[in-house]
T-cell receptor, first 114, second 117 residues
Framework: DGGITQSPKYLFRKEGQNVTLSCEQN?????MYWYRQDPGQGLRLIYY???????QKGDIAEGYSVSREKKESFPLTVTSAQKNPTAFYLCASSMSSGGGYTQYFGPGTRLTVL | GENVEQHPSTLSVQEGDSAVIKCTYS??????FPWYKQELGKGPQLIID?????GEKKDQRIAVTLNKTAKHFSLHITETQPEDSAVYFCAASNRNAGGTSYGKLTFGQGTILTVHP
């Protein structure tokens, strides 16, 4: 059963704590992405990775960090430097990072800062 | 960079009616336009996409039209059903962009579609 998995589905964090969101894909895709979704807004790109051991900042990278040590995995860390981290986080992947390749999304992780 | 505007933000129709959602984009180099459907608490799912070398594409009850001169594209859903109720997002990217402009998808703000039985 191919696809993208994200865990956990719900995550609660105290202020000042770092937290890591998991994203795994078994689609053999080269490119992976992290988006943030807030109510009433479109998806905003946090980070993306075109290939293993390489990643670039998106539009709202401040307060976030990523790693891409394996093709299948692209974890996102929300650091204490992120001022307003409560949001719905979506991971996606595509065969290649070139434009025109369909991005497939995972089910998302809802992060709430207490 | 690219900017995508989507209208309306909410749309309410009766079952069986048609629904139309419109998006405008700013970058004339954009040439790939996907539409995503997002159900509550789930990730977006691609429902249809169009490339700039065609003006219209259909898939059963769903169609997308593209006007490159006016820089807008629209999603048309005919014979709507309650299960069509969801948030719909349009997006745009440049398939030929390379390097740091790799082909980034820029999303519209979303349209909440409600289909009443």
């Amino acid at each position: 059963d191919g696809g993208i998995t994200q865990s956990p589905k719900y995550l609660f964090r105290k202020e000042g704590q770092n937290v890591t969101l998991s994203c795994e894909q078994n689609l053999n895709h080269d490119a992976m992405y992290w988006y943030r979704q807030d109510p009433g807004q479109g998806l905003r790109l946090i980070y993306y990775s075109q290939i293993v051991n390489d990643f670039q900042k998106g539009d709202i990278a401040e307060g976030y960090s990523v790693s891409r040590e394996k093709k299948e995995s692209f974890p996102l860390t929300v650091t204490s430097a992120q001022k307003n981290p409560t949001a719905f986080y979506l991971c996606a992947s595509s065969m290649s990072s070139g434009g025109g390749y369909t991005q497939y999304f995972g089910p998302g992780t809802r992060l709430t800062v207490l | 960079g690219e900017n995508v505007e989507q209208h309306p933000s909410t749309l309410s129709v009766q079952e069986g009616d048609s629904a139309v959602i419109k998006c405008t984009y700013s970058d004339s180099a954009s040439n790939y336009f996907p539409w995503y459907k997002q159900e509550l608490g789930k990730g977006p799912q691609l429902i249809i996409d169009i490339r700039s070398n065609v003006g219209e594409k259909k898939d059963q009850r769903i169609a997308v039209t593209l006007n490159k001169t006016a820089k807008h594209f629209s999603l048309h859903i005919t014979e709507t059903q309650p299960e069509d109720s969801a948030v719909y997002f349009c997006a745009a990217s440049n398939r030929n962009a390379g390097g740091t402009s790799y082909g980034k998808l820029t999303f519209g703000q979303g349209t909440i579609l409600t289909v009443h039985p």
